[in-house]
Every structure is written in C-alpha cells, then in structure tokens.
T-cell receptor, first 114, second 116 residues
Framework: AQSVTQPDIHITVSEGASLELRCNYSYGATPYLFWYVQSPGQGLQLLLKYFSGDTLVQGIKGFEAEFKRSQSSFNLRKPSVHWSDAAEYFCAVGAVNSGYALNFGKGTSLLVTP | GAVVSQHPSRVICKSGTSVKIECRSLDFQATTMFWYRQFPKQSLMLMATSNEGSKATYEQGVEKDKFLINHASLTLSTLTVTSAHPEDSSFYIC????????????FGQGTRLTVV
C-alpha cells in the first residue's frame, strides 16, 4: 500500500538553529514529492517539489530537501530557523497510478523558541 | 500564473442545509480537480477526484450522495455538502491540475465550513 510517514509529530528548535524534518514514503511507482507549509487557519503553501533530476532541491524561504531513493526519504532542511517558520509542515507524495492525487503525511508541527 | 480560487473562504450553515463550494482555475484549464478534507489538527485526506465532463471518483468511505461534485467545465469544479451536519465541519481544499503532461497541481485557499 502507498504511504507517507512523517515520524515526528512535534519538533521544537531554537531560533537560529538548524532544522531537519523527516519524510519517508512507500510507493510502487515513481513518486513525485512535495513539501507544504500551513499556518494556523490558512491554506497550503508549496515550499518545494521533486519530480526528477538533481536530488537536492532548493525551495522558498531558504528550505531545501534531498531525495534519497535508497532510503525512500525526502527530508526537509533549513540551516537557520526563524521564528516565522513556526507552522505545520506536510510532506506529500503523488504518482501516475494515483492520477497525481497527493497522499499527505500526518504533518510535523514546528515550534521555534527564542 | 497557475492560480486556483476557492470560494467561499468561510461559511457557517445550519444543520440540514446544503452548502456549495466553488473551485476555479483562473488562468489555466484544469482537466482534473481534487477535493481534500482536513479535520482540526489532522492531515489532508483526499475525498474525490473529478475529471471534466465525467463523474467524480470518490475515495473509500466518502459518501458520494452527501458530497456532490460537479466538474462541468475546464475551469470550474463544485463541491456541494448536502444536508450538512456538525460532523461535516471541516476545512475543505481543492487543487487543480493542468491539462496535459504537467504533473503539479495547484491548491486553492481552502474553505472553512462550520455547521451549527
């Protein structure tokens, strides 16, 4: 069965510290991978995406993610977190055989402390 | 480009009434639109996939007679929650995919439905 796992429900980091949010997937077909951010009561904002090519992907707001096929992972990173990064982060995976509908992970809630 | 507009952004309705949510692709033609639901503090779950001119495909556990989806044109899909009940209160969000081989779909702003 196709699945997306975000192992960390909550993460707390200090402002200025580095961040890594984990995402693992299990898909039979070639996956298309996304990271979204959602602030309370708001819609989704796309941070970055991976379809093919270079496995290190740069996104908006200083985020990057690396696709590791051997580990079935697509972890999100940021070298220095800002207080405004506090939000809910969702990893999502799509594939041809699902008509490109997205399967979302359960999300990771990021808290940034002073 | 690639803007998806969803309306209304918030709606409060009485139990037993119906509510219609619109999803429009403003600057592109969308062969396929997806509808998701998000309960408070939970993830997004796919409800249905709609293709222009054909019946929507519903995910397991989603009542097609309760959540009516119409995709009558390449730029508009609607979701009607019929005979709404408090347990239908949720955040509903649509996404629209380009006509053709482009993979990415673009999300609307979402609709917060509260049934009282």
């Amino acid at each position: 069965a196709q699945s997306v796992t975000q192992p960390d429900i909550h993460i707390t980091v200090s402002e200025g510290a580095s961040l890594e949010l984990r995402c693992n997937y299990s898909y039979g077909a070639t996956p298309y991978l996304f990271w979204y951010v959602q602030s309370p009561g708001q819609g989704l904002q796309l941070l970055l995406k991976y379809f093919s090519g270079d496995t290190l992907v740069q996104g908006i707001k200083g985020f990057e993610a690396e696709f590791k096929r051997s580990q079935s992972s697509f972890n999100l990173r940021k070298p220095s977190v800002h207080w405004s990064d506090a939000a809910e982060y969702f990893c999502a995976v799509g594939a041809v055989n699902s008509g490109y509908a997205l399967n979302f992970g359960k999300g990771t809630s990021l808290l940034v402390t002073p | 480009g690639a803007v998806v507009s969803q309306h209304p952004s918030r709606v409060i309705c009485k139990s037993g009434t119906s509510v219609k949510i619109e999803c429009r692709s403003l600057d592109f033609q969308a062969t396929t639109m997806f509808w998701y639901r998000q309960f408070p503090k939970q993830s997004l779950m796919l409800m249905a996939t709609s293709n222009e001119g054909s019946k929507a495909t519903y995910e397991q556990g989603v009542e097609k007679d309760k959540f009516l989806i119409n995709h009558a044109s390449l730029t508009l899909s609607t979701l009607t929650v019929t005979s709404a009940h408090p347990e239908d209160s949720s955040f509903y969000i649509c996404s629209a995919r380009f006509q053709g081989p482009r993979i990415e779909a673009f999300f609307g702003q979402g609709t917060r439905l509260t049934v009282v």
